[in-house]
């Protein structure tokens, strides 16, 4: 079973900024089957990244997603005030599915 | 548009079996590739898979629970029923539905989730 660890538990920039937020997994992802999620407060979390890097419908280019084997990235470019919140990554494509444990983008 | 939608009891009482219903529209169980999740979030902490059943009727369950869970279809009446037996204040939490339109399950569609509170 696949654990996935992300880092920093809370990231606190300004809008403008870049935020660069990690996922790291207990073993390698011989696959391409990382996954991103948004989530804000109230709210279901909405797909963002899928298959390390491509970006669900409606996301916009500033969401960019990276990584291979066991570390992995998503990078939001010049932050805007909708994107502060909760992200989390998951593994899929195999059982049982993991999401790790979320990060925190909050406004500086 | 595909639209997913979580019902059922707000509080149940532990030791007591919980049944939530997902009714979805916009998609079709029968159709390749497609799935149907739950995932659930205890307050203030992160998500937890739980259980997908796919259009084959393959149905998978997280190995912490499995013992607990059930998840069934009713294709026609385009649901999907999830069961946890024997529940614990521990399983307190939003449970959300899901869908997934590829056989490796990531989840582009949410309900907007359903708040269970687990307590005497």
């Known amino acids: 079973e696949v654990l996935l660890t992300q880092s920093p538990g809370t990231l606190s920039l300004s809008p403008g900024e870049r935020a660069t937020l990690s996922c790291r997994a207990s073993q390698t992802i011989t696959t391409k089957f990382l996954a991103w999620y948004q989530q804000k407060p109230g709210q279901a979390p909405r797909l963002l990244i899928y298959?390390?890097?491509s970006r669900a419908s409606g996301i916009p280019d500033r969401f960019s997603g990276s990584g291979s084997g066991t570390d992995f990235t998503l990078t939001i470019n010049r932050l805007e005030p909708e994107d502060f919140a909760v992200y989390y990554c998951?593994?899929?494509?195999?059982?049982?599915?993991?999401f790790g444990q979320g990060t925190k983008l909050e406004i500086k | 548009q595909i639209t997913l939608k979580e019902s059922g009891p707000m509080v149940v009482k532990p030791t007591q079996t919980l049944t939530l219903t997902c009714t979805f529209s916009?998609?079709?169980?029968?159709?390749?590739?497609?799935?149907v999740g739950w995932i659930r979030q205890p307050p203030g902490k992160a998500l937890e898979w739980l259980a997908l059943?796919?259009?084959?009727?393959?149905?998978r369950y997280s190995p912490s629970l499995k013992s607990r869970l059930t998840i069934a279809t009713y294709r026609s009446r385009n649901q999907v029923v999830l069961t946890l037996a024997d529940v614990d204040p521990a399983d307190t939490g939003t449970y959300y539905c899901?869908?997934?339109?590829?056989?490796?399950?990531?989840?582009?569609?949410w309900g907007q989730g359903a708040l269970v509170t687990v307590s005497s």
């Open positions: 059943v796919y259009w084959t009727d393959d149905k």
């Open positions: 998951q593994v899929y494509g195999s059982s049982p599915q993991a």
């Open positions: 916009g998609f079709s169980l029968f159709t390749d590739s497609v799935g």
């Open positions: 899901v869908h997934t339109m590829t056989s490796a399950a990531v989840f582009d569609y």
């Open positions: 298959d390390v890097s």
